[in-house]
């Protein structure tokens, strides 16, 4: 079993900054690929980014690229999603996820790749 906890959500005008934490625990950590997804009120759960097991793989949804950055310390047990220039489009309830399939250097986006999930933290931008 994984258990996630995320934190670092909060209220932000467009165009700052936020950085969330996903701590994990009850497997080790190095072994676990990591992911964020994101759901709107009314919308399903999308992909934000992805990590490997080592950190050395990263992937992207395309309106991410170049305003956020997921990364991970496996000494911490936690991956984080740094989020800058914010949109009020990025409001949403963000999901920590993690899988335990040896993809190697692949990082997975669709939800059912991932086999654990944290209950969510909210973000959301002002205008």
């Known amino acids: 079993q994984v258990q996630l906890v995320e934190s670092g959500g909060g209220l932000m005008q467009a165009g700052g900054s936020l950085r969330l934490s996903c701590a994990a625990s009850?497997?080790?950590?190095?072994?676990?690929?990591m992911g964020w997804f994101r759901q709107a009120p009314g919308k399903e759960r999308e992909f934000v980014a992805g990590?490997?097991?080592?950190?050395?793989?990263?992937y992207y949804a395309d309106s991410m690229k170049g305003r956020f950055t997921i990364s991970r310390d496996n000494n911490k047990k936690t991956v984080y999603l740094q989020m800058n220039s914010l949109k009020p489009e990025d409001t949403a309830v963000y999901y920590c996820a993690a899988h335990t399939a040896p993809y190697g250097t692949i990082v997975p986006v669709t939800t059912t790749r991932f086999g654990y999930w944290g209950r969510g933290t909210q973000v959301t931008v002002s205008s």
């Open positions: 009850g497997r080790t950590f190095s072994s676990l690929g």
């Open positions: 990590i490997n097991w080592s950190g050395g793989s990263t």
